[in-house]
């Protein structure tokens, strides 16, 4: 009896191991599988996110590119930008005054007076040319061509423009 005792008590102890380590072993696997599965859905994301990532920065470099061509960069000044212009046409302005600077919307106009005397017709189309094509952006405002009594082939050129950057 004490024998059937103690093979039952083994018996149920076996039995109740054995469950007790299936329960675990089921328990676990789904513990496991979902853990699997928010891990694939992780890496879904975050490959999905470095997707977006790289998109965001092609679109970033072309935006910068852009503006760096267009020059709303840093730009040194209006003066300065008219007076390069000058140069490279080999024209002497009597006058370069900056007017100011004014905000339109996200953007910032400095205003610079130009005035050329003694100025022929195909530098005045050459100038006006080099400033309509400049690497920064300069909106011409205003322009007055004056004939010269001496001699009708010389005028003078009286020009507004605005030099246009990020405000």
């Known amino acids: 009896m004490i024998r059937e005792f103690i093979s039952d008590r083994m018996s149920l102890l076996l039995i109740t191991s054995i469950l007790a380590v299936t329960i675990f072993t089921i328990t676990m696997s789904i513990i496991v599988g979902d853990k699997e599965k928010k891990n694939m859905s992780l890496k879904d994301q975050l490959t999905e996110i470095n997707t977006l990532s790289k998109g965001l920065l092609q679109i970033k470099s ?3 590119s852009k503006e760096k061509k267009i ?6 000044g209006v003066v300065s930008t008219i007076e390069q212009i000058l140069k490279k046409l080999g024209i002497e ?7 100011g600077k004014r905000h339109v919307k996200e953007f910032a ?9 003694d100025i022929d017709l195909n530098s005045i189309v050459n100038l006006l040319f080099r400033l309509e094509n400049a690497p920064q952006p300069i909106k011409i405002n205003s322009t007055l061509i004056k004939t010269s009594f001496e001699n009708t082939d010389r005028f003078t050129l009286k020009l507004t423009a605005s030099l246009i950057s990020k405000g």
């Open 62 to 64: 072309i935006v910068w």
């Open 71 to 76: 020059g709303l960069t840093n730009s040194s």
């Open 93 to 99: 302005a009597s006058v370069i005054k900056p007017l």
């Open 109 to 117: 106009e400095q205003d610079v007076e130009l005035e050329i005397q």
